[in-house]
């Protein structure tokens, strides 16, 4: 039988217009490497977008690449990045920033954000430790929009991090994995020109909002990082046809596409939140955006899970876990309509 | 005025029948990471193309990514990879394997294809020496179907290189980036199951081969690289979407696509070749294949380029260019005949 | 005026003995790279006192170059290494673990010691991971005897730690940079020929225990790590002179010197302990060995370091500070009783 | 019967100055790390000789670290670093260079030296390459005084290569691990303030040149690598006791003694090449420093072998065989008549 689907939300292809695109456009020629003209006007319109006129933009194929590649080439080697216990570097991507050769440096989690004054006391230990030739100068702070764990970052707070980075010289480097959710929740207050003021750099997820594949790293100053272009080659991470990502995030970002893709994914989140409140079963963390977290005893788990597949998050003890629900783009009213009618039977 | 276009064979998009399935499949639900069905039944049709039938099978975005993932992987630290010296590792990949850690040791290149003797003396000379423990020992040789100059190794020549890698506890690494149109040229006599009974480790090419992006590695002994899958992730090249390279190898791999895609390209190419010394023009290094070489006087490239696009190879001398032109799957019979004429005219 | 120096154990050159005998062999000529009489003499004598007589012996320059050399040669490029977060290479070495490509995996440090048991924890928790094909893989445990806090592992704890690495294929890799007072500390109960027995490699320092610079790595399976030399040069670790480092440890392992050069250290730093306890300042961490701990009013700590040199440690509140007295072979009775005198005018 | 001894420049221990000094100040307490003041006089010292009164000086183990460390510190990862393909980087440091992530970059040798025609013609094609962000960027010019085959850089000539390395935004790196050999020839026309105002960074040879070990890398620019002791650091190539290798290089620059030790090296060098000569035997490479290099058919390399310790280097044919002569600031007139006595009866 087949189940409630809300496993993640890279389980389908591509959003329909980009499909759609992608077969109009099959045959036409074009150069390869990303210099062809579907990713030139990809760029034109992120950067009007993020109302970046200068930005450079690079398409990668996918988060832990792009995460690698830029904590790589804005690190100098006797440098770390700051993040939090949670952030996806520091736990999730098989040390690919240690393979790259540097350090995370792990400031604690609330909700998987971090705070601004724990980076600023993280900075002031090594500024002030005599030996701090001998430690790993924090370089740069990464963090992620939405965090790994759903929440997002007010402007207020993204404010607070930029000084702080601005104040001792750390890069300001955000993640947007999942960032159309971000942009679809009615609480957030920050806008893709807001990333652009205040990041040295950051990336717009595609794989998680609607892409077969890529994330676009922009770069509001485009002198940040010299020659990246060689850098991405290097890393194996330069896709010959190039075109595939400019297609899909032309198409993501024409008509505000990109903005209003998650809005369902939303709504649908919202929906399963207000029912598991309803059913008495705690959320987790805060998450605001498409992915829900619930503490359930394990017997309930067992029950949702056989008629819906569900993530695996941890289980605080013995007897209980905490799940998850993810929404996405491509999440259909129909499953949502099946779990909430299975929650009610709990 | 639109030129005819034979600058490379990565200008368009995919093969339709790979779209066609793209878009049919598309609201399908799987897992990501490659552990999806359309993964699975492409590997399962790739082993027996091969007759391998317990190879082990990656999916990775490019060329690059699978050299420089592969030889990382399968050398030691203390070892380094022999190439030919116009390997693709060699001159063309930003520095990836050196990036990686490893020397490249170069031998001699006969028309783009190394010789197993000079394999052989390599590694006696290194055997030889009494203070080989300060140098970089050889742990495996790099070559390419075709090769960067079009050629083809023989079988014959193929298995001279197998035997002395055997002898020698050297892998053997084949890049087979643009093994379709090996496949489907007349002359050649080398197999996939030949490739998967002689080589350690190899990949077909997809992307030059008709799809948008995608390597797949193939290593007939599945124990060869253990937790690969991990180092892929390491790399940054695991895609989420893994079905996207799925769906593309198992198009491929039903009813033959794969060896029959390239044929079209190699009758246009025999049909310039034919061209080109009809009018006395001498082509280069021998390429049976989708690549045709040539060296014209300057005042006849000028002629050429005015109506086609191709591909600047080298300057032998300030009078004279060795140019390219290059046929694909998707090259036009339109093209050509334009091609032709143009060349009658010379 | 000169002050009392506890300021750590490498002020001073060699042990007398050791410039004799590199004065009285100046002029002997010998090859280069540690093939060398003296190393090979060397050598000789430390498999005898480690009772290992298969043991494969190299001579490092110091720590960091050890740990990494050891740690990056052992390790997979998937896995981690596990320390304390205490440990050095957790923290001291300038990131050179993660330079090398490996995170350093950390478990909670009891008085600068790790449990055999929280080792066992960290690798069941990756083990039962149905992603862990995303995660670092735990590949060794690095302890340090003494431990950075100047604790000992009892015989009894390091078996347990031995039992739970050969329980889940982990290399144990100990950190003798200090390990003749470990050596010279009577409730110490670990001799050589149990760290040969109990971990897979482990070095005895030389240049905090009475040499101008050197280490001794042991590897009791001399299949370990092949071509470990080859390693080592690369690493540009490898000494053109290695009978600097031949002669000076010959000259340790010759009578005994290696196992009794520690023990003035050590009763000195019991006179200084007992004379803090009597004051009724509070020791820290329990260390038996060379380096004392104590945690002082900040007001006492201004008047003993008017009179002698210590280390700075932590700061557990922003009145107190944890100061260190770090004493060696080479430390004076002079200095010590004038530091037992000031101690008693507090 | 032990012969007479021309393996190698670094068969003995120190300059008898040298371990008179360690003798004398080995009680003496110092910090480590080489903040210590007998590095910062030897710094002194060194500024002084290369009239570089702002030089950053940092004291080195060895020269494959000395070049592992230097080259890893000033390229971008997307450079490569050029050297003849007779460079000691180039062909005999196990890799050390791309083992730090670089590709070397070869250009033609002759009798060891680069010519500045052929750097600047490699950097063209670069330059020039429309493809070139495909490629290894040249981002620096590694040579040696003297060579590998013992031959010099005249000052005309090195003016030519800094040049060109300034017109070209390469740096200039300059291993001088026989540095003092080429200071004591007569025919040498280069010093050390030429070396200061030519090169952006140099060394000055220990090891080879009368120390147990150590090579002082010179940066007259001092803001030329940033943090360069936390690198030093982070590739374990920072020696605890520091003083070991101020106290040296203090007494080599105390009286000029770095730039007249190898005068008796290049008399007696000169004496074996007259001898040579004299005997109808073909001197190679044209080195007028401390190695002598020669061809001799293999029955005389026989007899030489019988009674002289010599290096092997290359064989031309079948018959012949190069072998090296080195002289050192240690070898002795006894051998070195006894060595001219021998040549007398071939």
Redesign the interface.
Known sequence: MAKY?F??D?????H?AI?ER??S????????YGLDEFCNSAREKIRVACDASNAEIHFI?????????VI??LL???Q?VIAATTGHIA??????????????LCVPEYNGKLKASDVEKLVKTYQTD?NN?????PGMVYISQPTESGTLYSLSELEDISRVCKENNLHLFLDGARLAYALATPSNDVTLPDLARLCDIFYIGG??CGA??GEAIVMPDPSLI??F???V?????????G??MGIQFEVLFTDGLYETIGASAIEYADAIRDKLTQKGLPLCYGSPTNQVFVCVPDEIRAKIEEQAIVG?WEKPDDDHTVIRFATSW?TSQEDVDGLLALLDTI
Chains 1, 2, 3, 4 share one sequence.
């Not at 890279?10 to 591509?14: H, I, P, R, V």
């Not at 736990?91 to 995370?104: L, R, W, Y």
């Not at 030739?133 to 100068?137: A, I, Q, R």
């Open positions: 689907s496993a993640s890279y389980m389908e292809g591509a329909p499909l992608m077969l456009t099959n045959m036409d020629k074009c150069v390869g194929s996918g988060g832990t690449q792009s995460n690698s590649l790589k080439s100098k080697p006797y770390g736990g999730h991507e098989a040390g690919a920033i240690e393979h790259g050769g540097h350090k995370v005599d030739d001998h430690l790993v100068m794989t998680k077969l594949l010299p020659h272009f060689t850098l080659k290097q890393h194996g991470a330069l896709l010959a046809k075109r595939l695996f491509a």
